[in-house]
């Protein structure tokens, strides 16, 4: 039976980065209707939104790599044997 | 409008009947390598829980995006532009969705081993009105998404084929193939064969977008021309749009996480490793899918100027045609093209029928309509109800009730209302029965109401209402009752990790 060492969902500060990327990702902050300057064609505020989504792809590869571990319950693997 | 010239003739029938040959002998091969598949319900609905990190990968991709997503996110970027960046983002926050559950939930699936997401209700609730409730609503989600794959194909090869090959004919042949090799193969065929039709899906999507960017010219072109006709497409968008991109982002978040199939994949893989690095390339999909996909919507809006709502559906086939029309190379890249829509369509349609199948025959026939079938007889039942629903729905899809989109939004709403049982469940051991299931049915009541009626306050989804008062029912439910001791014992079994 795997036990858990880290698990993504206990890590407090994991859900504020998500908090705030959530919070960053639409852009509520901007003034309406506002488009310039364009860059390759995107507005200003779609490269935002681009960057925020590429740093939600970041954290939960770091979030899936370093917080989500699990090892073999050393019980389960004597009795096992 | 070039839409007429391009697929016509056999290249379009070509084309399809070499992708549904190729379905067919992965069908085969895995059936004869695999003779014992249909005995057993861990082999023929999850391959055996043996998929590698590839496979793994290609079929959570492949279930994730389906056809929908190049033929109806393009339109959709083309009527708002901009805005619809929010599909790369809400297509990331699916996988945080996973993170809320996904690393628990296969760690129990191991335990108990988990078939279906009904095994998670049944084992952790051990109450036949969840579990009930749970599988309808789970079967409601399935048979909705099923549906809007066949009306994916239908837009897709009317739209490609410019009606040379009829769209009747089309949607039967592939529907025919996908049952054939599902039957033959169960998870393990729907899974290599996902593995085919994601590379042809990633390879499609990229010939369009460098095709339109050749053709109809780049982004910075087309900004020029939104600047000029339509301002609304390019700005920060008004408040409405903003309240529509938020609450369409909890709603995916909650809603596409919790899709069956794609928990159907998480108890299917071969350890955790391999579920880790699947998730982990999934996280950076969006960007070279749904990404480029807005690009070629928002390319049409130059150059297909002034498209109503429905005539906007078909942009995709119109692209495609325009570009082929140009030279030899484009017209065999379109057609791969074409290929990989209807690889995306049929990747997608066949992990939910797989799904669905499973729901039916497990919990529905196996667990409370005759519970000493064997597990051969339990899966002849969910393939006969997979033939029967797939029928009713091919039926539906003959006229289109509603445009891709709204169908999209449709499912979520009643699908939502598991998740508080889903995931609470997972972690609070107070969480009261009782309350998980009047909080599931009065969160579906007024999410259907609100649908039916068309009441959106705020802007927000009736699926979310829903979801707001099935989460306050149960919460406060389980503060206000306490869990008997004999149940306290129980669920520490399952969830005292």
Known sequence: ML?????????????????????????????????????????YWGWIVILVSLAFSATITYAIKYLWITEEDPNMKEEEK | MTGDLAFGGWSGVLIMAVYGLIMLAIGLITYFKNKNIRESNT????????????????????????????????????????EWLQSITFMILVMVGYLLF????????RKFNFITPSDWLATRFRSKGITILGSILMLYGLGNYLLEQLVAVGQGVSGLTGGTVPYQLCVVFFIVIMLIYSWLGGMRSVAYTDTMQGIALLFGVFILVIGSIVYFGGLPSTADYMATFTPEKLGVPETDGIVGWFSMLVLVLIGASIYPHAIQRIFSAKNEKTLKNSLIGMAWMPFVTTGVILLVGIIGIN???????????????????????????????MILLFGGIIAAIISTADSVLLTFSSVISKDLYGRYINPKATEHKQIFVGKITGIIATGILLVIAWYPPATLYEIFVLKFELLVQIAPAFILGLYWKQLHSKSVFIGMVVGTIIATVMTFANITPFGIFSGLWGLLVNLIICVVGSLLFN???????????????
Not at chain 2, 487 to 496: C, L, P, R, S
């Open chain 2, 43 to 82: 082999e023929y609905y999850l391959g055996g829980r043996g998929l590698s990190v590839m496979v793994l990968f290609f079929t959570f991709y492949a279930t994730q995006y389906s056809g929908n997503t190049i033929i109806g996110y393009a339109p959709q970027g083309y009527r708002i532009g901009f």
């Open chain 2, 483 to 497: 869990i008997s001791k004999s149940e306290k014992v129980e669920v520490d079994k399952v969830i005292g990790l």
């Open chain 1, 3 to 43: 036990k858990f060492k880290k698990e993504p969902i206990k890590n407090g500060k994991l859900w504020i980065i998500f908090g705030v990327l959530f919070l960053l990702s639409v852009p509520w902050y901007l003034p309406v209707g506002s488009y310039k300057p364009l860059i390759l064609g995107i507005p």
């Open chain 2, 102 to 109: 996904a690393p628990r939930l296969y760690v129990l699936s």
């Open chain 2, 303 to 333: 150059a297909f100027p002034d498209l109503g709502e429905m005539e906007s559906e078909k942009l995709v086939g119109m692209m495609a045609n325009a570009i082929a029309s140009e030279n030899l190379f484009f017209y065999w890249a």
